[in-house]
């Protein structure tokens, strides 16, 4: 099983949630990060570009899991968190050519289901990189 086929179980009727609230917990449980239900709940205004079309939900999230699991103790003891965070960036804006929702959403979305195609598809570059970067720590 893959990052992508967990995030996609939180799409489906059964959960509902947006793309941050299904990143965040589809990455809680593929790695089993024990966030706690209120950590995980934070991420709901991150929807839709925090709803006004900012920086796409799916982004952020993807940060938090990523800020979560490489953080020791503060950001600016990160070494590894700008290299990882750049390289995520970079890879997203590749494939999907903005992590604006503004952008995104007119040409990802779809009559229904919303941007789950590229929800469940750009797990694929998160997965990536966190599996590079353990393999460096």
Do not use: W
Not at 21 to 30: F, L, V, W
Not at 67 to 75: D, I, Q, Y
């Amino acid at each position: 099983m893959k990052l992508k086929d967990v995030i996609a179980k939180f799409r489906t009727s059964d959960y509902d949630y947006s793309c941050s609230e299904a990143t965040i917990r589809g990455c809680n449980e593929y790695y089993s990060l024990n966030m706690s239900e209120d950590a995980m709940k934070q991420m709901a205004g991150f929807s839709g570009g925090m709803y006004i079309g900012g920086l796409c939900g799916i982004n952020a999230a993807s940060v938090a899991v990523i800020s979560h699991m490489f953080t020791k103790t503060v950001a600016h003891q990160t070494p590894v968190l700008p290299q990882l965070l750049k390289e995520y960036y970079s890879l997203f804006k590749e494939e999907y050519k903005s992590i604006q929702c503004s952008y995104l959403k007119p040409v990802h979305q779809a009559k229904h289901g919303g941007c789950t195609h590229m929800i469940v598809e750009s797990a694929d570059i998160l997965e990536q990189l966190i599996d590079k970067y353990q393999k460096e720590a």
